[in-house]
């Protein structure tokens, strides 16, 4: 059917764009927030990378390494929120700089700490900045692509946590070995920096672009316009579709978390690898998790494109990553360190392709304005569970030293995170949002 709004009228919005002289920049868009996201996991990992080195010289238990991811993931949760509704008002460009800029230089501060209060509170801090990433990240793609690419776009952005997963245990030892662990985190945070000078220069939102063509600003705009007003964030709680959000958040981000912050030692206690040798194996369960990150927006999206509902085509791409997840309970009873990593690696793929549906669900059942506060409210919902993972991790392996509780949790849960998004939204009909 014929878009009616603006300039878009002549675009057939069941078509693929590739069909028209669109214009690529919406994509050059997304390649900001690819890279955005990698810096933020690269900055993100480093602790868990050098979890063993900073062991060794501070003399720390599983308990208290803990209580240091605990203290990242409460302030994610309380700074998610805020940003979240902080980035409804300000804007994708304002909002994303402020968090940036916040998480640079708490990732910088890290090189200051002298034990594990200190590094609590840098990770606090820290916390508090990368929590906007990804409330300012859909923001932006729900302001530059219709809704037929958004589960596309937010898995190639969503993919930059898998590249700055690569990306860490490869630059570590090198920096860690040259110059001290001090200067890797003084390193990876001063490059923030140089991302948030791009971002400021090149980032409008689309009818503010003047290098964007009028057919491209068509197709962004081809999906009905949202009625004006803001909404209070208080009464989107009364919604089952924010909690179908907010519970699969809750279910499947401390499974992400676990892998994110404790695969290093995993490897280390199972396999016997360290510093220098667990960078090959965490490479190679990254590059898969990027394959299901692309994958899984990928599918929802072409299915989408062929008629499909977003109904359908959603659930069906979550459906099958969550298919995949189950195996990974026998990774910690397998000798062979790369099979281990094969069973780690489809479940960490399984986990980004239903992420990058999951993130697009705000936007399916929510109009823009209220986007932001979604993302904010989920993501506070997720950080919260994932601070009972980071304890529970703590408390069993200071128990029992097995990681066989984690996994099994890990293999279980996205089958019954799924159950439940759709039991309180069978048809993804969208929120009536006065």
């Known amino acids: 059917m014929a878009s009616s709004t603006g300039e878009g009228a002549g675009i057939d919005e069941g078509a693929a764009p590739g069909r028209f002289s669109v214009g690529r920049v919406r994509w050059g868009i997304c390649a900001l927030l690819f890279f955005a996201t990698t810096i933020n996991y690269i900055d993100r990992q480093m602790i868990s990378v050098l979890k063993p080195t900073l062991q060794a010289e501070y003399g720390w238990n599983e308990s208290t390494y803990a209580n240091i991811v605990f203290a990242f993931q409460a302030a994610y949760a309380m700074g998610y929120f805020a940003f979240g509704h902080l980035i409804d008002r300000l804007g994708a460009r304002f909002g994303y700089s402020l968090a940036a800029a916040i998480w640079g230089l708490a990732a910088m501060a890290h090189a200051g700490a002298r034990g594990a209060v200190d590094f609590m509170i840098v ?30 776009a937010i898995g190639i952005f969503n993919a930059g946590a898998n590249i700055g997963a690569i990306l860490t245990p490869l630059i570590a030892p090198i920096l860690v070995m040259a110059f001290g662990w001090r200067v890797a985190f003084l390193f990876t945070g001063g490059i923030v920096f140089i991302w948030l000078r791009f971002w400021w220069t090149l980032y409008r939102r689309p009818r503010e672009k003047k290098s964007l063509s009028a057919s491209e600003l068509a197709w962004i705009e081809s999906d009905p316009p949202d009625s004006p007003g803001k909404v209070p964030w208080l009464s989107l709680l009364r919604h089952r579709q924010t909690w179908a959000y907010a519970v699969g958040k809750f279910m499947i981000d401390p499974i992400w978390w676990f892998f994110l912050f404790w695969l290093p030692d995993f490897f280390a206690r199972e396999h016997g690898l360290n510093l220098m040798t667990f960078g090959p194996p965490l490479v190679a369960i990254y590059i898969i ?37 189950p195996p990974v309970m026998l ?23 239903f992420s990058a549906n999951l993130y697009t669900l705000p936007s399916d059942l929510f109009p823009r304005k209220a986007v932001g506060a979604i993302i904010g409210i989920g993501g506070t919902i997720g950080a919260i569970g994932g601070m009972f993972m980071a304890k529970f991790t703590g408390w069993v392996l200071d128990a029992t030293g097995s990681y066989m509780p984690m996994f099994v949790v890990a293999g279980s849960t996205y089958l019954l995170a799924l159950l439940i998004i759709h039991l309180l939204v069978p048809r993804m009909e969208p929120a009536k949002v006065e």
């Open 123 to 152: 990770r606090f801090a820290l916390g508090l900045g990368e929590s906007g990433n990804f409330p300012a990240g859909v923001k932006a793609v729900s302001e530059w692509f219709p809704a037929r690419e958004r589960a596309l």
């Open 289 to 325: 998790s990027d394959l299901g990150s692309v994958g899984g927006g990928w599918l929802s999206s072409a299915l989408m494109k062929r008629g499909w509902s977003a109904n359908g085509a959603r659930k069906l791409a979550m459906l099958v990553c969550a298919l995949c997840v």
């Open 331 to 353: 990774a910690p009873g397998i000798a062979s360190l790369w099979g281990a990593v094969l069973l780690i690696g489809l479940a960490t793929a399984a986990h980004q392709g």
